[in-house]
């Protein structure tokens, strides 16, 4: 039994940056109170971002970063410096102006040319890192999460490989418009989360955002459908221009 959707209407983005940000604040800090860390899954895109940026500059004297870790729920297939990478955004704009030990940030090892290695190396540090037994998925805190114009999420896209895999952690996915692997959770490990958020922001989400929470299209056309944690928060923080296309009731 999934979590029912939390929807949560912004006017702005800036609205929405803040928001979310009270949201990831909140979740470390019950984390770290309650389990004594807290883990989190951070997302590409200029949406969280934006994110990151608000946190550093006004919440860094407020959050316990030495009990905080950083993970990536999925990568490009670049090196750490590439201008693509997700993790070189979350370091420029996040990671590098608060006081986080380096040992807490786990980068996807991206840097290697092969796609499928590198996916099985992230897995396996997943696998140390929360101390897991053969079959078991991690429970993260909190998964970032944004939404392409086309319905994927993280790098689960329409019709790929990666949406049947019931079993992996991470996997590297063959995005054939893209022509290119991109690495990524696969869903059973968004589905784990404790809690799971959706940062959607722009008319151009407008449509999609419409068919993934009111539509009836198959989910494997819009993967962000598939998104629903089984024992876990769902929430999708959406500013009124991406809500735009959806019913005033929902």
Request: net charge negative; aromatic share 10%.
């Amino acid at each position: 039994m999934s979590a029912p959707v939390e929807l949560r209407r912004l006017t702005t983005p800036q609205d929405l940056f803040q928001a979310a940000a009270e949201e990831v604040i909140r979740d470390a800090t019950n984390a770290v109170a309650q389990r004594g860390r807290f883990t989190i899954a951070l997302s590409g895109g200029s949406t969280p971002k934006n994110l990151y940026t608000l946190i550093a500059a006004n919440a860094s004297a407020n959050l316990p970063w030495d009990r905080m870790f950083f993970f990536w729920g999925d990568e490009r297939h670049v090196s750490p410096d590439d201008p693509d990478s997700n993790y070189r955004m979350a370091k420029e704009s996040f990671l590098s102006k608060v006081a986080i030990p380096a040992g807490n940030i786990f980068p996807v090892p991206a840097e290697n040319p092969d796609a499928p290695a590198a996916a099985e190396a992230y897995e396996q540090t997943l696998r140390r890192f929360f101390a897991l037994a053969p079959g078991e998925f991690p429970r993260f805190d909190l998964i970032l999460l944004g939404m392409g114009p086309d319905g994927h999420t993280a790098s689960l896209f329409p019709e790929t490989a990666a949406l049947q895999e019931k079993s992996r952690l991470v996997v590297a996915n063959w995005v054939e418009k893209l022509q290119t692997s991109r690495i990524t959770f696969t869903l059973p490990v968004l589905n784990a989360a404790r809690c799971v958020a959706f940062l959607v922001s722009g008319t151009d989400k407008a449509a999609v955002l419409h068919e993934v929470l009111e539509g009836n299209a198959p989910a494997e056309k819009y993967p962000s459908k598939l998104v629903r944690p089984s024992d876990g928060r769902l929430i999708w923080f959406v500013d009124r221009a991406a809500a735009s296309g959806l019913s005033a009731a929902a």
